[in-house]
């Protein structure tokens, strides 16, 4: 079992920045694959910034303003958000795969966090 718990969400106004945690425990391995997706009201949770081995992948949209990062030595993955927007509001979810592959779609994901909510306000 791995147990994921996210912190750092919280209301910010446009072109502000926000860093998201993800804590991990338990049966935890730096050969995991981990992920970040997010559900805005009435949308379907889609796939934000993941990460494998040392390669990175991100949604289009978050590109350039999202960076995923991973610190092996606290079992903890990072999500820095600059440059907001509202429509960057929803709740962030910390997901973690027992493979080395990342993937952009939620259904391969083992474990999830909890989640966090990021309200941007314009």
């Known amino acids: 079992q791995v147990q994921l718990v996210e912190s750092g969400g919280g209301l910010v106004q446009a072109g502000g920045s926000l860093r998201l945690s993800c804590a991990a425990s338990?049966?935890?391995?730096?050969?995991?694959?981990m992920g970040w997706f997010r559900q805005g009201p009435g949308n379907e949770r889609e796939f934000v910034a993941g990460?494998?081995?040392?390669?990175?992948y991100y949604l289009d949209s978050v590109k350039g303003r999202f960076t995923i990062s991973r610190d092996i030595a606290k079992n903890t993955v990072y999500l820095q958000m600059n440059s907001l927007k509202p429509e960057d509001t929803a709740v962030y979810y910390c997901a973690a795969r027992l493979r080395a592959q990342s993937s952009a779609v939620a259904g391969p994901y083992d474990y999830w966090g909890q989640g966090a909510q990021v309200s941007v306000s314009s």
């Open positions: 990460m494998s081995d040392l390669n990175t």
């Open positions: 338990g049966r935890t391995s730096s050969s995991y694959a």
